[in-house]
């Protein structure tokens, strides 16, 4: 058993921040960090995080409970029992370790954007808003926990946490070297076990009261409150606030994320309040990686602000609508908007609201985490595709459950060197996905290891052991080695026997693990790589002939070192999953298409069945690089639409049905004459 990897590498936990809410809070990430003064281990990637949180400090709420082990330190001797009670709850066997939001375990080094993001597009049904006084050696806590909307149904606590912003000292105080420990942990209000709350209804507030006496060991100056409310079942926190934030905040009316009728604004509204006694002047921004051919604005008040960078001002104790507006027009995209409000008289005052608008995209870069996402979507320009779009696992969940990611047709998973390589929520949205027709390439060292049938002490769990077994259809041989350093293709196989020899090297630093599997006996997989034109090392194999087409490597395609060949194998695989290809194959999935439409594939003519009752709309069809090649208008209350194929060159095209307020999912239509 490879311990080492568990600490070198990210593990995820099953992913529970992606309830919607129609109305929610701006949510702030909680991170509970635990590490100790003589860890080498959390010397090495404690720095890792303290830059991260340096460039997301309006966006973290961040505690450190120091351990009493694996040595010396004086900050865990401070408080032992509180700091044992945090370990127990989450069941911390290892430092360092992080958790995100209560649900997500990760290690300094490995906490991402992606998480981030993902907590904030769910937002919060509750404020957390935390006040401090001071009377000599006494503060006093008030907690006020406000509905923004009704809270799920949950065995909810509120946890109070006195925090010492930055401890300093002059010599190491345990055996690693570190000096500076940020978010020192202290005390628990009233007690670890935190205090039951019945949650506000929506426009409802509960509010709590605490004190506790400043040690004299303590920098006061650097003393203050993290309020949190925390699910005991599920250990998700709703939200946190401290006695540090700045009391100007953004309340979201809707969604954030969408997927909008072509050439309608789409108005992504909500509030801005301000819970402060006086005038607020402040800063709004508004970013995106739309196409230039979007149009995007801030309306601040029903008034549109003249550019993405505008001054406003917001009057004490009040409440003003601020609202992004955006229309994709007809280009293709899965584009991210980023509203940045900024206190113009404090910069450090700062806080980001995220939405993701998607104009249909067909091809999807999934990542465990960003890094190197940006490979296969160099693979995916390389074969020409405009018509893609990039997630992380995080973001992804969010938008699938909020059907902003409708007619997606293909997924190109990547998943690195990361554990669990798949969990169950992941399996959970991909398995339909797939049953719907949907084809998928997943990358990655350590899948099969870490989950396939028959493998115990990893993350394999029910659910995806028979993703594994049932979808990838593969089985696992061996925890391959720096050995397999070549990766070699089966000359033989009509898809992939040209792709050249490629040079396996090692990216994870020392960790090369490139899994030996073999396609499951009796399925639909053939292999197709080998390494080292060992016959009995399979590297990668496919699955075709199901409504699905898989393609499965034991690797990572960053640790192959050529840059032509990565773009090589993600344009086959592309064009494969297109089915740009020729032959016997190519005829059989023309034969086996199952569409609404018919005839499909097409020559002249297809039909295309409706049901309109009561709303006129029209249909869009595009090329495969997103191209709108037909536009038709649909008569109101109609039950057929046929379109004429006569004019438009062989090849493959897919349609949306357009109606007054929606879209449809997006069907593939075949032409050959």
Same mark, same amino acid.
């Given at each position: 058993?490879?311990?080492?990897?568990?600490?070198?590498?990210?593990?995820?936990?099953?992913?529970?921040?992606?309830?919607?809410?129609?109305?929610?809070?701006?949510?702030?990430?909680?991170?509970?960090?635990?590490?100790?003064?003589?860890?080498?281990?959390?010397?090495?990637?404690?720095?890792?995080?303290?830059?991260?949180?340096?460039?997301?400090?309006?966006?973290?709420?961040?505690?450190?409970?120091?351990?009493?082990?694996?040595?010396?330190?004086?900050?865990?001797?401070?408080?032992?029992?509180?700091?044992?009670?945090?370990?127990?709850?989450?069941?911390?066997?290892?430092?360092?370790?992080?958790?995100?939001?209560?649900?997500?375990?990760?290690?300094?080094?490995?906490?991402?954007?992606?998480?981030?993001?993902?907590?904030?597009?769910?937002?919060?049904?509750?404020?957390?808003?935390?006040?401090?006084?001071?009377?000599?050696?006494?503060?006093?806590?008030?907690?006020?926990?406000?509905?923004?909307?009704?809270?799920?149904?949950?065995?909810?606590?509120?946890?109070?946490?006195?925090?010492?912003?930055?401890?300093?000292?002059?010599?190491?105080?345990?055996?690693?070297?570190?000096?500076?420990?940020?978010?020192?942990?202290?005390?628990?209000?009233?007690?670890?076990?935190?205090?039951?709350?019945?949650?506000?209804?929506?426009?409802?507030?509960?509010?709590?009261?605490?004190?506790?006496?400043?040690?004299?060991?303590?920098?006061?100056?650097?003393?203050?409150?993290?309020?949190?409310?925390?699910?005991?079942?599920?250990?998700?926190?709703?939200?946190?606030?401290?006695?540090?934030?700045?009391?100007?905040?953004?309340?979201?009316?809707?969604?954030?994320?969408?997927?909008?009728?072509?050439?309608?604004?789409?108005?992504?509204?909500?509030?801005?309040?301000?819970?402060?006694?006086?005038?607020?002047?402040?800063?709004?921004?508004?970013?995106?990686?739309?196409?230039?051919?979007?149009?995007?604005?801030?309306?601040?008040? %029903?008034?549109?602000?003249?550019?993405? $960078?505008?001054?406003? *001002?917001?009057? =004490?104790? /009040?409440?003003?609508?601020? +609202? #992004?507006?955006?229309?994709?027009?007809?280009?293709?995209?899965?584009?991210?908007?980023?509203?940045?409000?900024?206190?113009?008289?404090?910069?450090?005052?700062?806080?980001?609201?995220?939405?993701?608008?998607?104009?249909?995209?067909?091809?999807?870069?999934?990542?465990?985490?960003?890094?190197?996402?940006?490979?296969?979507?160099?693979?995916?320009?390389?074969?020409?595709?405009?018509?893609?779009?990039?997630?992380?696992?995080?973001?992804?969940?969010?938008?699938?459950?909020?059907?902003?990611?409708? %007619?997606?047709?293909?997924?190109?998973? $990547?998943?690195?060197? *990361?554990?669990? =390589?798949? /969990?169950?929520?992941?399996? +959970? #949205?991909?398995?339909?996905?797939?049953?719907?027709?949907?084809?998928?390439?997943?990358?990655?060292?350590?899948?099969?290891?870490?989950?396939?049938?028959?493998?115990?002490?990893?993350?394999?769990?029910?659910?995806?052991?028979?993703?594994?077994?049932?979808?990838?259809?593969?089985?696992?041989?061996?925890?391959?080695?720096?050995?397999?350093?070549?990766?070699?293709?089966?000359?033989?196989?009509?898809?992939?026997?040209?792709?050249?020899?490629?040079?396996?090297?090692?990216?994870?630093?020392?960790?090369?693990?490139?899994?030996?599997?073999?396609?499951?006996?009796?399925?639909?997989?053939?292999?197709?790589?080998?390494?080292? +034109?060992?016959?009995?090392?399979?590297?990668?194999?496919?699955?075709?002939?199901?409504?699905?087409?898989?393609?499965?490597?034991?690797?990572?395609?960053?640790?192959?070192?050529?840059?032509?060949?990565?773009?090589?194998?993600?344009?086959?695989?592309?064009?494969?999953?297109?089915?740009?290809?020729?032959?016997?194959?190519?005829?059989?999935?023309?034969?086996?298409?199952?569409?609404?439409?018919?005839?499909?594939?097409?020559?002249?003519?297809?039909?295309?069945?409706?049901?309109?009752?009561?709303?006129?709309?029209?249909?869009?069809?595009?090329?495969?690089?997103?191209?709108?090649?037909?536009?038709?208008?649909?008569?109101?209350?109609?039950?057929?639409?046929?379109?004429?194929?006569?004019?438009?060159?062989?090849?493959?095209?897919?349609?949306?049905?357009?109606?007054?307020?929606?879209?449809?999912?997006?069907?593939?239509?075949?032409?050959?004459?």
């Amino acid at each position: 058993m490879k311990t080492h990897k568990l600490f070198l590498s990210l593990l995820l936990i099953v992913c529970s921040f992606v309830t919607i809410f129609a109305q929610s809070a701006n949510r702030y990430t909680l991170v509970e960090h635990f590490t100790q003064a003589s860890c080498g281990p959390c010397a090495q990637q404690n720095p890792a995080f303290e830059t991260f949180y340096a460039q997301n400090e309006n966006r973290i709420h961040h505690i450190a409970y120091h351990t009493s082990w694996p040595g010396v330190d004086p900050m865990n001797a401070a408080n032992v029992s509180e700091v044992a009670d945090r370990v127990s709850y989450y069941g911390v066997s290892g430092v360092p370790n992080m958790w995100v939001g209560g649900t997500v375990s990760t290690n300094p080094g490995s906490i991402s954007e992606g998480m981030l993001v993902a907590n904030e597009l769910a937002g919060s049904p509750i404020q957390v808003v935390v006040m401090e006084t001071t009377n000599g050696n006494q503060r006093d806590v008030t907690v006020k926990i406000n509905g923004i909307n009704n809270s799920p149904t949950g065995n909810y606590v509120l946890r109070v946490a006195v925090v010492e912003k930055m401890v300093n000292y002059a010599t190491p105080p345990g055996s690693n070297g570190e000096m500076a420990f940020p978010n020192v942990f202290r005390k628990m209000l009233p007690a670890t076990a935190g205090d039951p709350i019945a949650m506000p209804a929506m426009g409802q507030n509960v509010v709590k009261n605490y004190s506790y006496t400043l040690d004299p060991t303590w920098d006061a100056a650097q003393i203050y409150v993290v309020a949190y409310i925390q699910e005991e079942v599920s250990h998700t926190v709703l939200n946190s606030g401290t006695s540090k934030d700045w009391l100007v905040s953004y309340i979201s009316n809707g969604a954030s994320a969408f997927q909008p009728p072509a050439n309608q604004v789409t108005s992504l509204s909500g509030s801005l309040e301000n819970a402060m006694n006086d005038i607020q002047l402040l800063n709004v921004t508004l970013t995106s990686d739309a196409p230039a051919g979007w149009i995007g604005g801030i309306n601040y008040n %029903g008034t549109t602000l003249p550019s993405n $960078n505008e001054n406003i *001002t917001i009057a =004490a104790s /009040s409440l003003a609508t601020l +609202n #992004v507006e955006v229309n994709p027009s007809n280009e293709v995209a899965l584009a991210k908007y980023e509203l940045t409000v900024t206190n113009q008289n404090d910069p450090t005052q700062v806080f980001k609201k995220i939405y993701y608008v998607n104009n249909g995209i067909r091809d999807l870069v999934l990542g465990n985490v960003n890094n190197y996402q940006d490979l296969y979507t160099d693979g995916l320009t390389f074969a020409n595709n405009t018509v893609k779009g990039a997630l992380t696992q995080y973001e992804y969940l969010y938008l699938k459950q909020n059907n902003a990611l409708q %007619g997606l047709y293909n997924i190109y998973y $990547n998943i690195g060197w *990361t554990f669990p =390589a798949l /969990s169950d929520d992941i399996v +959970n #949205v991909l398995t339909p996905f797939l049953d719907a027709g949907g084809n998928l390439l997943i990358c990655g060292q350590d899948i099969a290891w870490d989950v396939a049938p028959g493998i115990t002490g990893n993350h394999a769990t029910a659910a995806n052991q028979a993703f594994f077994s049932d979808y990838i259809q593969a089985t696992y041989v061996a925890d391959g080695g720096t050995s397999n350093n070549q990766l070699t293709s089966l000359a033989a196989d009509a898809i992939y026997g040209t792709v050249p020899m490629a040079n396996i090297v090692d990216v994870y630093n020392g960790n090369m693990y490139p899994d030996e599997i073999l396609p499951k006996a009796g399925s639909n997989a053939v292999a197709i790589f080998n390494y080292n +034109n060992n016959t009995n090392k399979v590297g990668g194999i496919r699955v075709d002939g199901l409504p699905y087409k898989v393609v499965y490597l034991g690797i990572g395609i960053e640790m192959l070192s050529s840059t032509v060949i990565r773009k090589q194998f993600v344009k086959i695989t592309h064009d494969w999953f297109y089915s740009n290809i020729s032959g016997v194959e190519y005829q059989q999935a023309l034969n086996d298409l199952l569409q609404p439409n018919a005839p499909n594939p097409a020559d002249t003519y297809t039909n295309i069945p409706l049901d309109m009752q009561g709303k006129t709309g029209s249909l869009r069809l595009t090329d495969i690089t997103g191209k709108v090649v037909l536009t038709q208008n649909i008569e109101k209350n109609a039950t057929n639409l046929t379109i004429s194929t006569a004019e438009l060159s062989a090849g493959t095209y897919f349609y949306h049905i357009l109606s007054e307020a929606s879209i449809s999912a997006s069907h593939k239509l075949v032409v050959t004459h």
